[in-house]
């Protein structure tokens, strides 16, 4: 169902579309399918609500997001069960996205209270200089999904809190959990138009999304080359953007490192989600003399992973998204073969018996080496290669990739070099000795093609805000 104004809708043209479980290859629902028509309604819709929404206090505002995340903490289970039913992830990991993204809700409830201004010195002593911090208008918010819940929270939770209204277009592959997620703000008893969902082509709504003047604002999350394209198309009407891409992560390990912890650590970063994250690892930087130690150590732990239906218990790894994934994952194992990368596990797409999913064998390659397409280009899927670099001058040439720069990651027990490696790295999040480091009250973002804008923190809500200059003179 399509949602605007405050009601649930069926497109006007009457048209649906399947989704489809990655695991089993069962269409799970059948959802509407808009496009642009009811995308201006939507935008329209939010534009009538702006007003009143912006007029509310921060402190009313806030009331309405931990009614949200109540109704997110009774629905937990519901929407992490869709969630890995439509994208796979096993589903305690899609219960613990659930949960991010109630604090999500539960982080920006608080900070609805605290959107300040500045007073600042004036020069002049009859003037008296402020600034007031206000809601930059109608929002329009598209997100991926490989964290179908998560990042619609992190997006529309800050956006209502600072005083804006929304259009939110999800990715067409996880539509139900995004229903399921609006559902809560609509019992929420948000006033009518400051939700709203559309549902459908993406280049269509994108289009109207982007070109439309009462849209604002434009928050993205999902591929570099669709970030830039919307950036193209919001250059006409001059929105503020703000954009969260692709990623390279470099995942370091020193030989001074614990190597057993840091095995755990690539298991995290790596194998999550099927290593459909963002902030994925996707090179691995092992120290020479540790190098082969390390590499006899992480494939022992992942030939153990147990693939299979998110559903199942026990399934330490889902599905890949579609076969297109499932491709792009082959191609990359086959040009790092060609260019002397060794498999030390894994390597095959695979089938798990009783179900016809996009499955692939968790893989781990040795001497991997920067001419291969893995080196560069956003593998998204379950393939750990492994580098190797001799002292923090050789690391420092090679870490840091010209195009992304989202997170990193390193193990050493060397407070010093520990210092000197986050001086070197070009990345917008680094993790030292923690694979998990995002948090709801810290900033989330890239430098580089990464992104432009963070979300989280104090930052994520600023993103949401523009600033009102006020010059009072004294006669
Ligand atoms: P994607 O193809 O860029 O899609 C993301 C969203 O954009 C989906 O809702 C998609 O809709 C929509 N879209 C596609 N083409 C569009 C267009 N021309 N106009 C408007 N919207 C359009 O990315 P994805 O494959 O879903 O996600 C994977 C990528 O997201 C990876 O690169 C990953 O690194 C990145 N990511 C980044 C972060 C971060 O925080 N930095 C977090 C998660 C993922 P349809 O589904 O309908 O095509």
Redesign the pocket.
């Known amino acids: 169902m399509l949602y605007i104004n405050g009601e649930w809708k069926q497109a006007q043209s009457g048209k649906t579309v399947p989704v489809k479980n990655p695991a089993t290859g069962e269409v799970i629902q059948h959802v509407a399918y808009g496009g642009e028509l009811e995308t201006r309604q939507a935008i329209a819709s939010a534009k009538e609500a702006f007003d009143g929404w912006k007029g509310k206090t921060g402190k009313e505002r806030g009331a309405f997001l931990e009614r949200i995340a109540e109704n997110m903490r009774r629905e937990r289970d519901n929407i992490a069960e869709a969630v890995t039913r439509e994208m796979g992830k096993p589903l305690a990991e899609a219960t613990g996205e659930v949960q991010l993204a109630i604090e999500y809700v539960e982080w920006y409830a608080e900070e609805a209270k605290r959107v300040y201004g500045d007073v600042i010195p004036a020069s002049h002593e009859n003037k008296r200089l402020m600034v007031f911090r206000e809601p930059v208008g109608v929002v329009a918010a ?6 179908p819940v998560a ?1 619609i929270t992190r997006k529309l939770a800050p956006a209502l809190a600072a005083g804006c209204s929304f259009v939110l ?5 996880t539509p139900v959990s995004a229903v399921k997620v609006i559902e809560c703000f609509h019992e929420a008893g948000l006033p009518r138009g400051v939700a709203n969902l559309v549902i459908g ?3 269509e ?3 109207e ?1 982007t070109r439309n003047p009462d849209v604002r604002k434009i928050t ?8 830039k ?2 950036i193209r198309q919001s250059a006409d009407t001059v929105k503020k953007v703000s954009m ?4 390279h992560a470099p995942f370091i390990v020193f030989a001074d490192a614990d190597l057993d912890e840091a095995v755990e650590g690539v298991m995290q970063t790596k194998f999550r989600n099927c290593g459909q ?2 902030i994925s690892t996707n090179r691995i930087y092992v120290e020479d003399s540790v190098a082969d130690d390390f590499g006899e150590k992480l494939a022992r732990r992942v030939a153990s992973l147990t693939i299979g239906d998110g559903m199942q218990e026990g399934t330490d790894v889902g599905p890949l998204i579609n076969q297109s994934a499932v491709e792009k994952v082959q191609d990359h194992i086959e040009d790092a073969i060609q260019k002397k990368g060794k498999i030390l596990c894994g390597g095959r797409p695979t089938t798990v018996e009783g179900l016809s999913g996009h499955f692939f064998e968790p893989t781990v390659i040795h001497n991997a080496s920067d001419e291969m397409k893995i080196a560069r280009e ?1 593998t ?1 899927g379950p393939v750990a290669p492994i580098f190797t670099f001799h002292g923090i001058d050789d690391l420092a040439k090679k870490v840091n990739h010209p195009e992304y720069g ?1 997170a990193a990651y390193f193990y050493t027990k060397n407070v010093d070099r520990a210092f000197q490696t986050v001086s070197k790295l070009e990345y917008g999040i680094i993790g030292v000795n923690d694979p998990r480091p995002v948090v709801v009250q810290a900033p ?3 430098v580089k093609e ?2 432009i804008g963070r ?1 989280g923190g104090t930052s994520g809500i600023l993103e949401f805000l523009e600033e009102k200059f006020v010059s009072f003179r004294m006669t």
């Open positions: 598209i997100t991926p999904w490989n964290f990042m277009k999800p990715a067409l592959e082509p993406a280049q709504i994108g289009a999304l993205f999350t999902g591929s570099t080359e669709v970030g394209k919307l969260e891409l692709g990623g994250t963002c956003e998204f989202l989330f973002g890239g990464s992104g979300e």
